[in-house]
């Protein structure tokens, strides 16, 4: 027997019990024999062992490089004794498993999902509770999870905190956002993790909604690099029945552990067995663009739960939406803050004459999408009640059928199909999400009569019932629920302000879509960083797509609302690679058609780009610094790529070999000018075309705030 910090020496004989105890005390307090499984390519290796006292530990190395070190597992109950101590290993089984499935949607084609897992049976001698933690290793990283199999002494149990652990190797350097609980709208701060309690204050003011803020709590995706060069990604994939996780850092020893989203109670989470946590995951590569290419999230989640999915189908859209962000136009019908919809004739009132969501208006944008062949039209303000939530703080509840009188929605419906577009329905649920409950049936049924066939669904505000949090287990149980409700009336759902992406979209794609960052509106707010968008590949779309709302051409929003000096942090040239560099399968257009009509040589990037995909590669990545992606459109020959870079500007030098060999294809080429600067001279862009193949190389300038997007579509043959 391997010593260890207890020593076990003979007894003397006693009772069958007292014996058996002594036996498992000797038991306890040895450390077990190690557990060990390797990815495919043997590259990760992950270790299990239960350190003395019978605790449950794990640890992840990278080409012989520590990762993760030995790390702490388990959960804290209330009421009863934690899940943390006092184990025995029972079994440990080791599979394996590799299969290649399609999406309904995404960036590829066909996805491997291949891995090897080590699935380990604890039992808790003490209570007689068992627990499994399965951990599969895949050529891309780690994801584990533990399972709570049905069982008499664990029944049905209250979390206090999960104590899982992530024991970093050194100081990374880290790409974060605080730690709340109900938004992700923050500008990611860059920092050593030692840095990270010094800039807590500033990184959190002046959005901070958590009551309390650690100074040291920190949300996922979180991406990290170490100075030896690994990134390393942290994050949770199938996030169901369970709260959103955060990481509190212990910034002397670099060691993140698991802080989930407290209900109105305080409690973390209530489960009933048999149940399954969701999966921690640690993707891991010595190259920044395996990172961004991993599908480590995706194939944790289970197959599609809809037999047919023919009719989930990627959109790109036009909307009446960025004229009132800018404050050029507004939501509401009439001025108000005391009106009391059960008891109000808005076909009396006075219309404030700024109302954006009229019939007249929206069918020229309707115009515009057939014209250039756009799949919708989104319109919001288009309900009443917006006056009354405006003025009431946010408190008022919508109906979610009944419009203003200046927005016909028969004729609407009617003048849309003629053109071959829909219309996206907006759900503001003002952050009352009982009321939109009662209300979910009625409201996609009206949908689905009037042609609707995606709904964006916003959650602003202090959720009621009242203690709520956006990410707690009760608000993410009803997200899941709005989906698949949404999914016995065909309809597909944008969910803005919900929970962060966790690779859902893979079980139920009519998720098409998501917020949860801050998107292209923070730009009419005062701005995003210039490095915002070399960043959030890394971070928040490591979970699954985001509605971003790029392609804003007019960058001085004071041309819209003279009042307002804010202005987008990008080049022209740049907004246009983000329909590349942003993957979603629901892209925006999201500037005004007056103002497109100005630069339509430009906006025919837009029109040609595809939102469907059969092949990504990314070309080069730095996190922080730039990233240049190409990607072949579904079913096509036709490639696009797209490079945007921080605010120091850079040359990008890219290969094109990608193409098919032996084939000859003409590039067009958006670029930023020579004289262009996402400040001083953002709308200063250049077009060419240029015949390419597998062997060409392109060095193409990018300006501070810029980058730069390439078509390319092969050649006809000669004849």
Request: aromatic share 12%; proline share 5%; glycine share 6%.
């Amino acid at each position: 027997m391997q010593q260890s910090s207890f020593f076990c020496r003979p007894r003397p004989a006693g009772t069958a019990g007292r014996a058996l105890a002594i036996l498992w005390l000797c038991l306890l307090f040895q450390p077990a024999k190690a557990e060990e499984i390797k990815s495919p390519n043997a590259n990760l290796t992950l270790t299990f062992a239960l350190q003395a006292g019978g605790v449950p530990t794990y640890s992840l190395t990278y080409k012989g490089r520590a990762v993760i070190k030995p790390s702490h597992l388990g959960l804290d109950l209330q009421g009863a004794p934690a899940l943390t101590n006092g184990f025995a290993v029972a079994a440990a089984k080791a599979t394996a498993f590799d299969q290649t499935w399609q999406p309904v949607w995404g960036e590829v084609k066909n996805i491997r999902n291949h891995y090897n897992e080590l699935a380990v049976t604890l039992t808790q001698a003490a209570t007689h509770r068992t627990m499994i933690v399965h951990f599969r290793v895949f050529d891309d990283g780690l994801g584990f999870r533990y399972e709570f199999p049905r069982q008499p002494e664990l029944a049905y149990f209250v979390v206090k905190e999960e104590r899982t652990q992530f024991a970093l190797a050194g100081d990374h350097k880290a790409f974060w956002l605080p730690g709340d609980y109900d938004t992700q709208e923050y500008s990611t701060t860059t920092s050593k993790l030692s840095e990270v309690r010094g800039l807590m204050k500033t990184a959190v003011t002046p959005n901070a909604s958590q009551t309390t803020f650690s100074p040291t709590g920190l949300q996922t995706p979180l991406m990290l690099k170490s100075q030896d060069g690994l990134y390393i990604n942290i994050h949770e994939a199938a996030l169901v029945d369970y709260s959103c996780l955060s990481l509190e850092l212990d910034d002397q020893n670099f060691v993140l552990e698991s802080r989930l989203t407290p209900d109105a109670q305080g409690n973390k989470g209530s489960l009933q067995t048999p149940c399954l946590s969701p999966w921690r995951t640690v993707i891991v590569s010595d190259k920044a663009a395996d990172i961004l290419e991993s599908k480590l999230v995706l194939n944790l989640n289970e197959p599609t739960k809809y037999k047919d999915t023919s009719w989930i189908k990627p959109i790109k859209y036009v909307g009446v939406w960025w004229e009132m962000i800018t404050g050029k136009s507004t939501w509401a019908y009439t001025t108000g803050g005391n009106i009391k919809l059960d008891s109000t004739d808005y076909s009396k009132l006075k219309p404030n004459g700024t109302h954006a969501a009229n019939t007249a208006h929206v069918k020229e944008y309707i115009d515009f999408a057939a014209q250039h062949k756009l799949d919708a039209v989104l319109v919001e303000g288009w309900n009443t009640g917006w006056e009354d939530w405006f003025g009431q703080g946010k408190d008022y509840v919508f109906d979610f059928v009944t419009p203003y009188p200046d927005f016909d929605v028969q004729e609407l419906h009617r003048y849309a199909a003629s053109k071959n577009v829909k219309i996206i329905m907006h759900h503001e649920t003002s952050g009352s999400v009982r009321n939109y409950e009662r209300h979910l049936d009625k409201a996609y049924q009206f949908m689905a009569d009037n042609g609707y066939s995606a709904v964006k669904s916003g959650y602003v505000g202090n959720i009621l019932p009242r203690g709520e949090h956006h990410y707690g287990q009760w608000l993410n149980n009803h997200y899941l629920y709005a989906v698949t409700k949404a999914a016995e009336y065909k309809i597909m759902v944008n969910g803005h302000e919900a929970v962060r992406p966790t690779g859902l979209s893979r079980t139920y794609p009519n998720l098409i879509g998501n917020e949860a960052a801050r998107g292209t509106e923070y730009e009419a707010f005062g701005g995003n960083n210039v490095d915002h968008t070399t960043i959030l590949p890394f971070t928040r779309l490591i979970g699954g797509p985001m509605d971003y709302t790029p392609g804003i051409f007019q960058t001085r929003i004071s041309a819209y609302n003279p009042q307002n000096t804010s202005f987008v942090h990008s080049t022209l040239a740049r907004q246009l690679a983000l329909y590349v560099t942003m993957y979603s399968p629901l892209q925006m257009a999201a500037d005004l058609p007056e103002t497109y009509n100005k630069f339509l040589d430009a906006f025919q990037f837009i029109q040609d780009v595809a939102v469907d995909w059969d092949d990504t590669k990314v070309l080069e990545a730095e996190p922080g610094d730039y990233i240049t992606i190409a990607r072949k459109a579904k079913g096509k020959s036709s490639w696009f790529v797209g490079s945007t870079c921080d605010e120091q500007g850079r040359t990008s030098t890219i290969s094109l070999r990608f193409l098919d060999p032996g084939k000859s294809y003409v590039a067009t080429v958006y670029a930023d000018a020579k004289n262009a600067h996402y400040e001083k001279n953002p709308q200063a862009y250049t077009i060419r075309k240029v015949t390419v193949t597998s062997k060409s190389k392109l060095a193409q300038y990018c300006a501070p705030g810029g980058g730069y997007a390439i078509s390319i579509t092969e050649s006809a043959p000669r004849r």
